[in-house]
């Protein structure tokens, strides 16, 4: 079935330092793919999403993109903030007959320190 | 507009006890869904409803029923709590484009 692997965590890092998170993918089909993150106590948020491959997604600084023939979808950015400190979850969607169902890979612990 | 709402935000059963985790959405989405976190585990699907009046099983459904009272609410009920179901529940919606719009969760000891 399709499934999501992306990196395990955590990952500590320095503020200003570069991130990379590592997502590979594995679907029939052409899916949806997603970041979403988690910050402590609240529920997800959409980071960014890109549907269709070599589209780039980007916000907040972060960006990734769809690369089909790697089947990844590595999250990137150029230089952390303490306040980037979350869980990261890659997932991807559909398309299954109409249904909506994201599959998500196991998120992964960012903790950026000053 | 609250997005998407959850109640409530903690609570603790005994094993056996049942009770009904509430959400609703104030965005007209179609689909709505139930997932549980634990950790290293990541987000698994309990059951989702594509539109009003119909549900589905996802992964892990087993002790759990759901009940999509109308457009905007879609309740989740434990009949009997174990132990095993002690987790955070999230429900989200979609507007049929793959985003989902997650709610704040609920923590939920069972003891």
């Known amino acids: 079935g399709d499934s999501v692997t992306q990196m395990e965590g955590p990952v500590t890092l320095s503020e200003e330092a570069f991130l990379t998170i590592n997502c590979t993918y594995t679907?029939?089909?052409?899916?949806?793919l997603f970041w979403y993150v988690q910050y402590p106590g609240e529920g997800l948020q959409l980071l960014l999403k890109?549907?269709?491959?070599?589209d780039k997604g980007s916000n907040k600084g972060f960006e990734a993109t769809y690369r089909k023939e790697t089947t990844s979808f590595h999250l990137e950015k150029g230089s952390v903030q303490v306040s980037d400190s979350a869980v990261y979850f890659c997932?991807?969607?559909?398309?299954?007959?109409?249904?909506?169902?994201?599959?998500f890979g196991k998120g992964t612990k960012l903790t950026v320190n000053p | 507009n609250a997005g998407v709402t959850q109640t409530p935000k903690f609570q603790v059963l005994k094993t056996g006890q049942s009770m009904t985790l509430q959400c609703a959405q104030d965005m007209n989405h179609n689909s709505m869904y139930w997932y549980r976190q634990d950790p290293g585990m990541g987000l698994r699907l309990i059951y989702y409803?594509?539109?009003?009046?119909?549900?589905d099983k996802g992964e892990v459904p087993n002790g759990y029923n759901v009940s999509r009272l109308n457009k905007r609410e879609f309740s989740l009920r434990l009949e009997s709590a174990a132990p095993s179901q002690t987790s955070v529940y999230f429900c989200a919606s979609s507007e049929g484009r793959g985003t989902q719009y997650f709610g704040p969760g609920t923590r939920l000891l069972v003891l």
């Open positions: 679907a029939t089909g052409y899916p949806s």
């Open positions: 890109a549907t269709k491959a070599d």
């Open positions: 409803s594509a539109s009003e009046g119909t549900t």
């Open positions: 997932a991807l969607s559909g398309p299954w007959g109409g249904s909506e169902k994201l599959v």
